[in-house]
């Protein structure tokens, strides 16, 4: 029985939200006629969430050298993850099947090829020349 109550009443909030707000009646101007209608203003674009963090990528889709994803890490352990997180991100689970290091017009690609779970390969490309060779973080410089 309890159950009865609740859905009509989860029904008729749902129904009261949904609805749209009625615009309210105005008096005719004092000269008798209409009241001019108001156009409503542009809403305005909606802004970036504050509180996200940056992406740690930039670039491409990683289908080639000049569409490499950039990773944006400090280390190359960290960069090594944050590959992995951008390749599950857009395809799912993966297996990775091989990788390499590549470099082109001074940049450091690591070129990877990874089967997805429709049993079909991909190669991704991803720009870590901001993370070549380094092993550990720079250290911050001491306060002042």
Known sequence: ???????????????CASRAPQPAASAPSP????????TPA???????ASYLAPTPFAGGDGTSVEQ???????????GIDLE?????????????IRGGLAAADGKHYDVITVELADHSEKTIFFDITGFYG???????PPPQ
């Open 42 to 48: 542009a809403p305005a674009p909606p802004e970036a």
């Open 84 to 96: 992995h997180h951008w390749i599950f991100d857009h395809y799912g689970r993966f297996r990775k």
């Open 68 to 78: 490499a994803v950039v990773v944006l890490a400090q280390t190359e352990d960290e």
């Open 1 to 15: 029985m309890r159950h009865l109550f609740v859905l009509p009443a989860v029904l008729a909030i749902a129904g």
């Open 31 to 38: 000269g008798g006629a209409a009241p001019a209608a108001q």
């Open 134 to 140: 380094v092993m550990e973080a720079p250290e911050a």
